[in-house]
């Protein structure tokens, strides 16, 4: 069953490549969705896909070099007909 989460994270999450591997953790497992900077150095993303597929994709990249998420302000929020995952400016 999919699910749509959306997601504040705060911590050292901009400037150190976490959209682009966010992106790329996100299509490669087949999720879909948005991730956006924000201007309090926060980003903010909505993912949709299986539950276990986003939580498995939240680890990785709390695992990735650089990234450090000091805390994820979270809620799931209705699904929504999309296709891939991308940066929002």
Known sequence: ME???HIYFSGMVQGVGFRYRSTYLAQSRHLTGWVKNLYDNRVEMEVQGEERQIEKFLEDLQGQRFISIEDM???EIPCVRESGFKVVY
Do not use: G, I, L, S
Request: glycine fraction near 0%; proline fraction near 0%.
């Open 3 to 5: 699910v749509r989460k």
């Open 73 to 75: 302000e979270m809620a």
